[in-house]
């Protein structure tokens, strides 16, 4: 006959055991019915769309005498291209991968002068009527200048064609910078500038204390556009200056004739495009604390 502490052992270990299972099962994650719901809601939609497209253009583009491959044979065409994209044969021989990393690294040098010298510029134009009276008119022109008009002129000034490529990236992004966030400084809030006056904030604390953090919405809707413009820049850039380049790709593609490589790059430009925005988004999002634009 066993011993009270033997049954009581068996009792509590019978318990603990019973406890653990049931936090396990507690500890496992639940996926409801609702759940379920709005994921499908996300991911159907745009399923459904793209097959309903990509089978029209089979269909399309499958007679005899289409100016376009059909999207089978476009898989066929370019399979080389899609099943390796970092080989390396010396000079513009190289895989998508290689040539996607040049065009972001000239995107992301032209994009961070942009983004510096558009805040300070449109933090001068928001908080100084006077600077906004006279540099307001000469930006609102130079805007709607095409970023193509700028190639010519920086590569006259540059005479090389990465700096000209970069100097297109920038001026073509920091208008709706300057612009945006010229619209935020306008938006503070009197009390935010009443509270400053109290404690007597020099200018540097107040830009960076009451200035940054209220027109962050505003600054980051101008990044986004920024980004997107700036990827749309280096693309067109990158076919008139050569060298390594998503650009430049598309460029040669054409002159040889390989239609199905040139989709399959426009299909990497417009994932690659989505991808930049929507980090500029998520960094905004960090920064405001989920109040700038989704």
């Known amino acids: 006959m066993a011993s009270p502490a033997t ?3 068996k009792v509590s270990l019978g318990t603990s055991g019973r ?5 396990k099962a507690r500890s496992l994650p639940r996926i409801s019915g ?14 459904v769309v793209l097959t309903a497209f990509l089978l029209f253009w089979e269909v399309a583009c499958s007679r005899p005498g289409a100016g376009l491959p059909a999207p089978s044979r476009v898989f066929s065409e370019a399979w080389p291209i899609i099943s390796d994209p970092f080989f390396d044969n010396g000079g513009t021989d190289k895989g998508l991968f290689w040539h996607i990393i040049a065009s972001l690294q000239r995107v992301a040098l032209g994009f961070a002068l942009a983004t510096i010298a558009g805040i300070l510029l449109g933090t001068l134009v928001g908080q ?3 600077a906004m009276r006279g540099l307001d008119p000469i930006f609102q022109v130079l805007r709607t200048i095409p970023p ?8 006259a000034a540059f005479r090389d064609g990465q ?41 540097v604390e107040f830009f960076v204390k009451i200035m940054l953090p209220s027109a962050a919405p505003y600054i980051f809707t101008g990044l986004r556009i920024g980004v ?3 990827w749309l820049a280096i693309v067109a850039a990158e076919m008139l200056i050569g060298g390594v380049g998503i650009g430049f790709f598309i460029w040669d593609a054409w002159n040889s004739s390989h239609i199905s490589e040139i989709i399959v790059a426009l299909v990497y430009v417009g ?20 109040t700038s634009a989704a």
Request: charged share 10%; glycine share 10%; proline share 7%.
């Open 7 to 9: 049954l009581a052992g």
């Open 19 to 23: 406890d653990a299972a049931g936090i």
């Open 34 to 47: 609702k759940g379920l719901s709005r994921l499908a809601a996300q991911i159907l939609p745009p399923l």
């Open 128 to 130: 100084s009527e006077w």
């Open 148 to 155: 193509l008009a700028w190639l010519p002129l920086s590569l």
């Open 163 to 203: 700096p000209s490529a970069i100097f297109v990236i920038f001026i073509t992004s920091i208008w709706p910078i300057i612009i945006n966030t010229a619209v935020g400084i306008r938006n503070i809030p009197q009390d935010y500038r009443n509270v400053a006056a109290v404690v007597r904030l020099n200018p």
């Open 228 to 230: 997107g413009l700036s």
């Open 271 to 290: 994932v690659i495009g989505f991808i930049l925005d929507r980090v500029v988004a998520g960094l905004g999002r960090l920064v405001t604390r989920g």
